[in-house]
């Protein structure tokens, strides 16, 4: 038998001679969605091993559940973009922690009864259904200027409530992401959760707040904080309407803002500033003036289209501001009203067969269904009926 000589201990490693050996490293380039779903199917991984280890705690499989990503935004200290791991980081964590199925779109989750050992999960996630299929309906250009023109004028004339000290903004909405599940034929099937409520409440400040979301990662029916540590400072990714009333409403300063605050991120500038203003827009009171602009900027996105018609999570038909992601084929539609003109909700649809995602599949969407502002953290609008104690 030839045996390889040991290298003695004392011996300097030769480095050069050891990257000349080795491949170059990768340099991996992943879209916000699935940087968005990597870090979120992490999150509940660790949630899930470090839950509970008190003696007698269930030693059983781990509860299956799903995010954000993105992106369905998991719980974060304000309630706007998440931070997400960045490439081959993302992955060398997710190695590390045993992660044997990986999401797909703005959330994951790994299937129960998987094997860490074959990386495969053997049932679908629990409580996920067969991801929607609809037909792609072209965008264009033609009609955006009239259409962006109506929606920021709704949107300047908006009667929206100035929140008081010690008060909160609450915002409730319907929404449903995508988990992807790696069938035992090896096949790539789409799911999504159940549609489901999604409650949020913040000081104007962003220091206090709660999020109540069916699910394990948002702590279940009693929800959890988002009071903010004190170590974080407003941002884009992470605005409080403190922080709204500070930005610039001409649409080209605001643009100009946000590339230079986002370059480098996600999937390109362009397809970054689209999805920054849909995250500024999604889960917050915006102030008026500020809405109007933000619309307005986006129109002068490259690749931003109109999309004649889109339905949000609960079934309503309206226009809708459009920009596919060049990298993954992924189509993002914020909906409006067709006569108010107001925001409804936003839907992500598959535009070509990728990532084992066929084309025409909903990746996610949401409705908007009330807007408000409250006397105090986990109080809802009248009509609505009370929020469930603090855990």
Do not use: C
Not at 94 to 105: D, E, F, I, K
Not at 117 to 134: E, L, N
Not at 180 to 200: C, F, I, M, Q
């Amino acid at each position: 038998m030839i045996r390889t000589p040991r290298r003695r201990r004392e011996e300097p490693l030769d480095h050069a001679e050891l990257a000349r050996l080795l491949p170059a490293p990768g340099d991996p380039e992943l879209s916000s969605d699935r940087l968005n779903g990597l870090e979120e199917h992490l999150m509940t991984e660790i949630r899930n091993r470090t839950s509970d280890t008190s003696p007698g705690a269930s030693t059983g499989a781990p509860p299956a559940g799903a995010h954000a990503g993105d992106r369905a935004p998991r719980p974060a200290r304000r309630p706007g973009r998440r931070p997400v791991l960045v490439g081959a980081a993302a992955a060398l964590v997710l190695a590390a922690a045993g992660v044997a199925g990986l999401a797909g779109g703005s959330g994951g989750s790994s299937g129960s009864g998987g094997s860490a050992s074959s990386g495969r999960a053997v049932a679908p996630p629990a409580g996920a259904v067969p991801a929607p299929v609809v037909q792609v309906v072209r965008g264009s250009t033609a009609g955006l200027a009239g259409a962006v023109a109506d929606i920021s004028g709704a949107a300047a004339r908006a009667e929206l409530p100035e929140p008081g000290p010690g008060q909160f903004l609450y915002v409730r909405s319907e929404v449903s992401w995508m988990v992807t599940w790696d069938g035992a034929d090896g096949k790539n099937e789409s799911y999504v959760e159940k549609l489901h409520p999604r409650e949020v409440w913040m000081s104007p400040d962003g220091d206090k707040g709660w999020l109540i979301e069916a699910g394990e990662r948002a702590g279940g029916e009693g929800g959890i904080t988002l009071d903010d540590p004190g170590d974080l400072e407003p941002s884009l990714n992470g605005p409080s309407y403190d922080y709204l009333r500070t930005l610039p409403t001409d649409p080209g300063l605001l643009l100009k803002k946000i590339y230079d605050e986002t370059g480098g991120m996600g999937s390109g500038p362009d397809q970054q500033a689209f999805s920054t203003i849909g995250d500024l827009l999604r889960e917050q009171v915006v102030p008026p003036k500020l809405a109007a602009g933000l619309y307005r900027a986006a129109a002068r996105i490259p690749g931003v289209v109109l999309v004649d018609d889109s339905v949000d999570a609960v079934g309503r038909h309206g226009v809708a501001i459009a920009r596919t992601d060049e990298v993954d084929g992924a189509r993002t539609e914020w909906i409006f009203d067709r006569e108010t003109y107001t925001y409804l909700g936003e839907r992500t649809v598959q535009t070509r067969d990728a990532e084992g995602i066929e084309a025409g599949t909903v990746r996610g969407r949401t409705a908007v269904t009330d807007r408000a502002v409250v006397d105090a953290v986990k109080q809802r609008p009248a009509g609505l009926g009370d929020a469930p104690p603090s855990a």
